[in-house]
């Protein structure tokens, strides 16, 4: 997993971190400051944004920023439950909730770094729900 927890991100509130029921640290790299969100995705690859849906600063500059330097990555918002009781912006890929569990959001995690691993040995470029 040290792998896929290079090319993961959770972009969350400090207070979130400790009262989480998911242990964030275990799938990807933790990061609480949008400042550092952008200098990692500068400095590396990264295949998946999770963002908290309290991070109200997520906003579609946010995203159009950090696929300047990473185009194809996906960009998904946690949420508390699977009830989607708004429709998410355009930016945001999809949505995971902590519903899950710890073991059901890694393998959703999973699912979707598989299918973006898929995509890029087949040389196809996309990001869209379609071509997916």
């Keep these: 997993m040290a792998d896929v927890k290079s090319r993961v991100v959770i972009?969350?509130?400090?207070?979130?971190?400790?009262?989480?029921l998911i242990r964030w640290e275990k799938i990807g790299e933790v990061i609480t400051e949008l400042s550092h969100l952008?200098?990692?995705?500068?400095?590396?690859?990264?295949?998946?944004?999770?963002?908290?849906e309290s991070r109200t600063d997520l906003v579609r500059s946010v995203g159009t920023r950090v696929r300047r330097f990473n185009p194809l990555t996906d960009i998904w918002r946690i949420v508390d439950s699977n009830q989607i009781g708004h429709d998410e912006p355009g930016y945001?890929?999809?949505?995971?909730?902590?519903e899950l569990r710890q073991e059901g959001v890694?393998?959703?995690?999973?699912?979707?770094?598989?299918?973006?691993?898929?995509?890029?040995q087949y040389g196809?470029?996309?990001?869209?729900?379609?071509i997916k």
Aim: aromatic share 4%; no cysteine; hydrophobic share 45%.
């Design 11 to 20: 972009f969350t509130n400090p207070e979130r971190i400790s009262s989480d």
């Design 92 to 98: 945001i890929d999809g949505i995971i909730s902590r």
């Design 106 to 120: 890694e393998r959703k995690i999973a699912a979707i770094l598989h299918v973006k691993s898929l995509l890029e």
């Design 38 to 52: 952008y200098q990692v995705v500068r400095e590396r690859h990264i295949d998946l944004i999770l963002a908290d």
């Design 124 to 130: 196809i470029v996309g990001r869209s729900a379609k």
